[in-house]
C-alpha cells in the first residue's frame, strides 16, 4: 500500500496463472480435441451440429458486442473466446440424430438468456447456460406435444428412452443393443457394448463419442486450468459406486453396468465440463464433494426411470441448491482473538 493507493490482487481461489480469456481459449482448444474425435466417430451430421451451435453464439455475440458499442457501453465480452465454450459445450451437449433447428435453439438460450441475461440482471449465473438452456428447451418441448396430444408423453420422458428396462438383469442386457454392432473402421473388429461405451458410439452425446477421448482430455483440463476436481471425482466415483451395486443387486455384468452409467456421453463429458463451471458450482472443498455426490445420484435415478436429460436436470437442481452449500460450508474469517489478561 502506497498512501491512499493499493494493490489489488486477484484471491486464492480464483489465482491459476492466466486470466479468464486465456481460460476461455484454453479450454476451447482441449474441447476441440474431443470435437474432432467426435466427428471422426459420428461424421458429417456432428460437424453440422457443431458448426450450428458455434454460428448460433457467435452471430449473437457480435450482434450484441456491435450494440454495446454503437451505444458507447463497456462490451460484457470482449472477447468471443467465453462464448465459443458455451457454444461448443452446447453442440457436445447436444444428441447426434437430433434436429439442428434444436441445436441452435439451445446455443441461442445459452448466449442471449442464461449467459448475457443472467450475468446482466444477477450478480452471478446461477445455473449452467448450456444445461438451463437445454432444460428449458425440453420443457416447452414437452409441453408442445402433450398439448397437441393428450395422450402422448412430451419430451422428457421420451418414449424410446421407457423402452429402456435398466431395473432388471434381463432388461439390461437388452438394453444394450443400442451400444452393440459398433466396429472400428480400420481394424474391422466388432466391439462389445462396454467396449463401444469406451472407445466408439454412434449414439448419445456428440461429446460422448470416445469416452476414453473425454476421460484424457478431461483429466488434462482438470489439471491443466485448475478445474474443480473434486466434483469430477465425486460425480465419477459415485456414479461408478451406484453402478456396480445396482450390477450386483440386480443382477447382470456389473462392470456393464459401470460402462453405461459412467462413460455414457451425458455423464462423461458433463463431469467434466459441465459440472465445474465456476460461478454456479460451490466454492469450498467440502461442498464441492457433496455437490458432485448429489448430481451423481440424482443423475442416476433418472438414468434409471428413462427421464430424457436426466443429467442436465440434475445439473441445474445442483446449481439452484449452490448458494445453500456455499453459505452451509463457509470458513470462519482468517485469525484469532487474542484472550484477555487473566482468562484461564
Known sequence: ??????????????????????????????????????????????????????????????VIYSYQRWKDLDP??????????????????????????VTAGVALLTILV????????????????????????????????????????????HPHHLRLDLLSSSGFEASMWIFSGETLPILGT????????????????????????????GAVAAYWLRFKWRIIVST??????????TGLYLGGDPLLRIAFHVFTGSVIFLAFFMATEPQSTPMPGSSQYMFGIGLAALTFVFQLTGVLGGSVIALVILNMLTPLLDKVNLKIPYGHREKKRGAS
Open 1 to 62: 500500500m502506497k498512501g491512499d493507493q493499493c494493490e489489488m490482487s486477484d484471491p486464492p481461489h480464483v489465482h491459476i496463472g492466466f486470466d479468464k480469456n486465456e481460460l476461455m481459449l484454453k479450454t476451447f482448444l482441449l474441447m476441440s480435441v474431443i470435437a474432432v474425435a467426435s466427428v471422426a466417430i459420428m461424421g458429417i451430421e456432428a460437424l453440422i451440429h457443431i458448426l450450428t451451435a458455434l454460428g448460433t453464439v457467435l452471430i449473437t455475440h457480435n
Open 76 to 101: 460484457t465480452y470482449g472477447s468471443p473466446a467465453s462464448p465459443l465454450v458455451a457454444g461448443m459445450i452446447v453442440a457436445l451437449a447436444m444428441p447426434i440424430g437430433g434436429p439442428y433447428e
Open 114 to 157: 442464461f449467459k448475457y441475461g443472467q450475468g446482466k440482471y444477477f450478480e452471478r449465473k446461477y445455473l449452467n447456460p448450456a444445461a438451463a438452456s437445454k432444460v428449458l428447451l425440453l420443457v416447452l418441448l414437452s409441453a408442445m406435444v402433450i398439448f397437441e396430444d393428450p395422450q402422448r408423453t412430451g419430451m422428457l420422458f
Open 190 to 217: 466388432e466391439l462389445s457394448p462396454a467396449q463401444s461405451l469406451l472407445f466408439w458410439q454412434t449414439h448419445g452425446w456428440i461429446g460422448g463419442a470416445s469416452g476414453i477421448v473425454v476421460l484424457i482430455v
Open 236 to 245: 465419477l466415483v459415485t456414479m461408478t459406486v451406484l453402478a456396480a451395486v
